[in-house]
Nanobody, 122 residues
Framework: QVQLVESGGGLVRHGGSLTLSCAAS????????MNWFRQAPGKQRELVAG???????NYADSVKGRFTISRDNTKNTVHLQMNSLKPEDTAVYYC????????????????WGQGTQVTVSS
């Protein structure tokens, strides 16, 4: 069993900063990509940022230059530093990871956290 637990969401003013964290736990053999998605009311879930096990990153155009994704492979954690936040960044943010579990056999799947709310006031 694998769990992804997010933390760090909250309410912040326009121009403020927040850092989201996500920790993966369970019978983990390896983690390839770790990603942050978000979903605003009435909109589809979208990829915000991702980082591979080798440290390669990608970002949505709307957050480039403002958000930074990082991960600690020794702790199976991923973080999203969000600066210069805008009201349009308001959404539920989800951690996602491509994880290979060790038991009973090596099996790779995509896992999701429960989501954390980020609200940016204008």
């Amino acid at each position: 069993q694998v769990q992804l637990v997010e933390s760090g969401g909250g309410l912040v003013r326009h121009g403020g900063s927040l850092t989201l964290s996500c920790a993966a736990s369970g019978s983990i053999f390896s983690i390839y990509a770790m990603n942050w998605f978000r979903q605003a009311p009435g909109k589809q879930r979208e990829l915000v940022a991702g980082v591979t096990s080798r440290g390669n990153t990608n970002y949505a155009d709307s957050v480039k230059g403002r958000f930074t994704i990082s991960r600690d492979n020794t702790k199976n954690t991923v973080h999203l530093q969000m600066n210069s936040l805008k009201p349009e960044d308001t959404a539920v943010y989800y951690c996602n990871a491509d994880i290979t579990i060790a038991t009973p056999t090596l099996t790779s799947s995509s896992y999701w956290g429960q989501g954390t709310q980020v609200t940016v006031s204008s």
